[in-house]
């Protein structure tokens, strides 16, 4: 079974711009969730997703957004981008609500210049 | 409101001596209990996990934590450390039931010496 991928891996945006990342889940996984980890804050969970619906979420401002389609696959979008964005997003699925196992993704590094 | 400590960013051991990661956590609700290891430029891997049940919890690649509830501890070990374990340890806390909300500690890297 494939695992998570993300797209794209590697991501160069300057500040003020928007950014559209994209996350396939396990086949047959209905929740997805997002991270943002940086060095500075660490992991922290900015939303989840469950049969399209938004079943939770971090605190972050209103310039992160999310959505998942009827296939299950995700994305995150961040619009005006600041330097502070700069991170590795972390995508993760599950089966369904905790416990149950999240698989992550490899990531996509996103560098605001 | 949950939260997870990490005691110590960096632990250094020598090959074939035990590994010892620290991790106390805090939640208002019985706690679900997670390790996670990530290796360099990957996403992170479950190496094991608590819910319910029986408190010692083995997990993959020789990895065990204990869930010590008095002590509102899970600290990982593995008796015998290997250069592959080279790599930063994340435990994770959910303590809000339903959902997928895990909050991390900040993480220990350990360096494995050979």
């Known amino acids: 079974k494939a695992g998570v991928t993300q797209t794209p891996r590697y991501l160069i945006k300057t500040r003020g711009q928007q950014v559209t990342l994209s996350c396939s889940p396990i086949?047959?996984?209905?929740?997805v969730s997002w991270y943002q980890q940086t060095p500075g804050q660490g992991l922290q969970f900015l939303f989840e997703?469950?049969?399209?619906?938004?079943?939770n979420k971090g605190n972050f401002p209103g310039r992160f957004s999310g959505r998942q389609f009827s296939n299950s696959r995700s994305e995150m979008n961040v619009s005006t981008l600041e330097l502070g964005d700069s991170a590795l997003y972390l995508c993760?699925?599950?089966?369904?609500?905790?416990?149950?196992?999240?698989?992550f993704g490899p990531g996509t590094r996103l560098l605001v210049l | 409101a949950q939260s997870v400590t990490q005691l110590g960013s960096h632990v250094s051991v020598s090959e074939g001596a035990l590994v010892l990661l620290r991790c106390n956590y805090s939640?208002?609700?019985?706690?679900?209990l997670f390790w996670y290891v990530q290796y360099p430029n990957q996403g992170l891997q479950l190496l094991l996990k608590?819910?319910?049940?029986?408190?010692l919890v083995k997990g993959i690649n020789g990895f065990e934590a204990e869930f010590k509830k008095s002590e509102t501890s899970f600290h990982l070990t593995k008796p015998s450390a290997h250069m592959s374990d080279a790599a930063e340890y994340f435990c994770?806390?959910?303590?809000?039931?339903?959902?997928?909300?895990?909050?991390f500690g900040t993480g220990t890297k350990l360096q494995v010496i050979p």
């Open positions: 993760a699925s599950s089966l369904d609500r905790a416990p149950e196992t999240q698989y």
């Open positions: 086949s047959g996984h209905r929740s």
């Open positions: 997703y469950f049969s399209e619906t938004q079943r």
């Open positions: 939640s208002s609700v019985p706690p679900y």
């Open positions: 608590y819910t319910t049940g029986a408190t």
């Open positions: 994770a806390v959910l303590g809000e039931r339903g959902y997928q909300k895990v909050t």
